[in-house]
């Protein structure tokens, strides 16, 4: 090669560096035209489904409310333990302050189920406070209340309508329910309102609601409230010696507490094989796996004899790219519609929990993975960095992890997906691993 024409490649060379760039999406792919020797291989795992045992549920975005009747999963109900604070100023109400009516408004940020059914509120005031120094609640927790449901006309029906604007006071509010409380529980609140100069005096005399709701509709339906927006609130709407019209109104704000109760019946309801999994710990002739959002149920994924495997390269192994492939049983399902996303719990040898280091806030969006693929109907999870650590015993890994629905205290959701032992007829659905590997 003539000196000219070397300079020339060079050149080539340094103009087309800074155009270079890594594509996460493309590691391990076109195996045949590797240069490094890729080669390719799928793993069977073992898995079954588990009770999802602790979730911390306290001030999440949103919170749940509602009764689900699913066929698979059975009877679960959502309940909500809220404090209610001052919205700006000190309330005061004046003289001789008479309540007018009293309005719970929830603002609606979602649905799950059918937005027919009727669902019927119950509205109680705690006993108890909510604890502002340990505010660590989960989806078992409760805590005390009076009997006394607050409703102003109990057993009404209220129906979800997350796409009807409301007309209030000339204003077109987006979708929210207004629950009617009785009078004379606002005229208490007025009553003693005189020293409430600050939220923790309020929270003396009125320390939070507990809302909950049950539903005979054959599917019922949970939905989403935003518990932070404006437009929920406990308002109370009077009339004093200076003329009507006023009202004020205590919010369940960021500075307060609120946390979900998920209760599922011990999944008395559910159907035989969800049962036979959870309840029984039968892990045995398993073709059908679960997945539930709310605290519900999760699977428990393990990798028997991958160590194996690769210690016959004595660690001289690099992974390039390995995929969890997840398929949706019920891809066309109507009402009890897939997770948009699923993401995995690593476990640690001490039982702990954490992040599988794929799932980084640094990685490059996509990369991880997780997202429902429509047209395929399954979800693939990026595992690549965790299983090069599982296979070298670093890491601090047991040899399994969980996965689970990703927001799975902000959304309800399940999922029926494929074992590793699928039917016969649909061996492309099968749980398991895609591995893309190098050895040196």
């Given at each position: ?105 929830l603002q609606t940020a979602s649905y799950y189920g059918d937005t027919t059914a009727a669902l019927r509120f119950e509205v109680y005031e ?315």
């Amino acid at each position: 090669m003539t000196q000219l024409k070397i300079v020339a490649l060079l050149l080539a060379l340094i103009v087309c560096l800074p155009s270079c760039k890594k594509d996460y999406n493309s590691i391990g792919l076109n195996m045949e035209d590797d240069l490094l020797g890729t080669t390719m291989e799928t793993f069977d795992v073992k898995a079954w489904s588990v009770l999802y045992d602790t979730l911390s549920t306290t001030n999440m975005s949103n919170q749940q409310l509602g009764e689900l009747h699913d066929p698979v999963f059975g009877k679960t109900t959502a309940s909500v333990y809220a404090q209610f604070l001052q919205s700006g100023s000190t309330p005061s109400f004046g003289e001789e302050a008479f309540v007018d009516s009293v309005v719970l408004t929830l603002q609606t940020a979602s649905y799950y189920g059918d937005t027919t059914a009727a669902l019927r509120f119950e509205v109680y005031e705690l006993s108890e406070g909510l604890s502002t120094t340990d505010n660590k609640y989960y989806n078992y927790s409760t805590t005390e209340h009076y009997d006394d449901n607050l409703l102003n006309s109990p057993g009404t029906g209220y129906q979800i309508r997350p796409n009807t604007t409301l007309p209030i006071n000339g204003e077109i509010l987006s979708p929210h329910l207004r629950i009617r409380l009785r009078p004379d529980f606002g005229q208490r609140l007025i009553d003693e309102s005189s020293d409430w100069y600050t939220n923790e005096a309020l929270l003396e005399d009125f320390k939070g609601l507990y809302i909950t709701v049950s539903s005979n509709h054959p599917t019922g339906c949970i939905f989403a409230c935003n518990m932070t927006s404006s437009l929920s609130g406990l308002t109370i709407y009077y009339h004093n010696t200076t003329g009507d019209g006023y009202s004020y109104t205590f919010r369940p704000s960021e500075s307060g507490i609120s946390y979900n109760n998920y209760n599922h019946y011990g999944y008395a309801d559910a159907n035989q094989d969800l049962r036979r999994q959870i309840i029984n710990h039968d892990t045995t002739n398993i073709s059908r796996l679960y997945l539930q959002s709310m605290a519900g149920v999760r699977a428990r994924i393990g990798f028997p004899g991958i160590r194996e495997r690769f210690s016959v390269f004595d660690n001289k192994v690099v992974i390039n790219r390995a995929e969890l492939v997840i398929s949706n049983c019920n891809p066309s399902e109507a009402v009890f519609t897939h997770p948009s996303g699923l993401s995995v719990q690593a476990v640690m040898k001490d039982g702990s929990l954490y992040y599988i280091p794929d799932d980084d806030m640094l990685s490059p969006d996509g990369y991880f993975g997780g997202s429902y693929n429509a047209s395929k109907g399954e979800y693939r999870i990026r595992i690549t960095q965790y299983l090069q650590q599982l296979i070298l015993n670093q890491g601090n890994y047991a040899d399994y992890f969980y996965l689970i629905v990703k927001g799975s205290g902000i959304h309800a959701s399940r999922l029926e997906f494929h074992s590793s032992t699928p039917d016969a007829l649909l061996p492309d659905k099968k749980l398991r691993v895609e591995v893309a590997y190098s050895t040196y």
